[in-house]
């Protein structure tokens, strides 16, 4: 069965389960877009051909039913050299605890509906702990299982086994409005560019509503993050529309 099919097998297993389950749901669609001064993905500037980074605009959109969000979400650089959609289901199991799979697909070198040999997609798995009020200490594990998460390739590019790269992260909340966060790579892998265990991702997240006029406020925030593995740092400023 091809993975395609795996992947809307499980977001329609996922509605079925909430609808049968949920006495009362409530269904919604959101919709908006950050513009980021840079894009860095858990510690790993996205923008190949230029170090210091490139702005982006990241639009997404998402329908939530009961516990069962399903959304996509997307970044493209002003200079055309980043660009990226991905799709993502996440189901919330409780008040601690969401699983969520999600899609990448940030090359492009391939057909968007390849998922077979040479696909451009990577699949991941992802279990999210949101922390207790006494002790918020959130963390989730990531692990990509499938597509073009590669490790000893040919010198043009081609063959490789599968990496299983995984990603876990830690936060801790200083304030309503910000955020501490180390994240690492476990094992060895090209998309964190790691060697085996390294840390990828350590700052902090601050936001703040800038108030415009006495009906609207802006929401902005600064990222400011080092990567130890690296030896990079970085530092992200975002609108939120």
Known sequence: MKMS???LSTLLLLSVTVSTTAQETTSNFGVGADI??????RGVPQDVTNPKGTPNIQPYA??????????????SSFTGTVKEFDLYATYVLSDLFSVTLTDYNWNFSQGYFNYGDGTDHVFEGTVSYAGIESFPLSASINTMFYGADLKNKNEDGTGGEQAYSTYVELGYPLASNAKLFLGASLLESDNYVTEGFGITNVGIK????IEITDKFSLPVYGIAGVNPNAENAFLVVGITL
């Open 5 to 7: 099919s795996i992947f």
């Open 36 to 41: 980021v001064s840079s894009y860095v993905w």
């Open 62 to 75: 998402s329908y939530t039913i009961g516990g069962l969000t399903i959304g996509t979400w997307g970044s």
């Open 206 to 209: 601050v936001s703040k509503s």
